[in-house]
T-cell receptor, first 111, second 111 residues
Framework: SQKIEQNSEALNIQEGKTATLTCNYT??????LQWYRQDPGRGPVFLLL?????KEKRKERLKVTFDTTLKQSLFHITASQPADSATYLC??????????FGTGTRLLVSP | NAGVTQTPKFRVLKTGQSMTLLCAQD?????MYWYRQDPGMGLRLIHY???????AKGEVPDGYNVSRLKKQNFLLGLESAAPSQTSVYFC??????????FGPGTRLLVL
């Protein structure tokens, strides 16, 4: 069956450190993968998109990698801040302009 | 630009009652989606639309109906609400780019 897996346990890190979140998938061959941020009581907000022919994408303190052989994406936040505390969702495209979402990983950045 | 708006923000229903959730977007997007989000389950696609007058089933369509009479609006209907439909409902839209823009969500409690 098709699955997207994100670590369901919260990730706790200290301010200033790099946070690394993992998204693994099975039985998909997505053309691209996306990462969203969701704050409590709000809808997800798009962060980054990476295509299957791209190994890495950066936006300010954010970096995403995409390994189609390992079927894995890594999401990095460098120099993390307490304001980065949120749930981060990965999503991939199974086709037809639809997205399938992982369950998300909660990130807590302590001062 | 208001982006994606949802009405109502919160609703309590009794089992068997019906209601309609309204989603509106002012970005001239072709594609619109309805998701539900439950603890530990992530976002699951209920129904979606690829253009005015079209609708299609997503992953969990049972118990819901939708209509897209106008390009900017996507309605989600519950004909006979059940406690299993207690959830947070999100609407999203997308244009030519693949990223989805989400509304703030509707919290529904079915007693």
């Amino acid at each position: 069956s098709q699955k997207i897996e994100q670590n369901s346990e919260a990730l706790n890190i200290q301010e200033g450190k790099t946070a690394t979140l993992t998204c693994n998938y099975t039985n998909y061959s997505p053309a691209y993968l996306q990462w969203y941020r969701q704050d409590p009581g709000r809808g997800p907000v798009f962060l980054l998109l990476i295509r299957e022919n791209e190994k890495e994408k950066r936006k300010e303190r954010l970096k995403v990698t995409f390994d189609t052989t390992l079927k894995q994406s890594l999401f990095h936040i460098t120099a993390s801040q307490p304001a980065d505390s949120a749930t981060y969702l990965c999503a991939l495209d199974p086709g037809f302009q639809k997205l399938v979402f992982g369950t998300g990983t909660r990130l807590l950045v302590s001062p | 630009n208001a982006g994606v708006t949802q009405t109502p923000k919160f609703r309590v229903l009794k089992t068997g009652q019906s209601m309609t959730l309204l989603c509106a977007q002012d970005m001239n997007h072709e594609y619109m989606y309805w998701y539900r989000q439950d603890p530990g389950m992530g976002l699951r696609l209920i129904h979606y639309s690829v253009g005015e007058g079209t609708t299609a089933k997503g992953e969990v369509p049972d118990g819901y109906n939708v209509s897209r009479l106008k390009k900017q609006n996507f309605l989600l209907g519950l004909e006979s609400a059940a406690p299993s439909q207690t959830s947070v409902y999100f609407c999203a839209s997308t244009g030519l780019q693949e990223t989805q823009y989400f509304g703030p969500g509707t919290r529904l409690l079915v007693l």
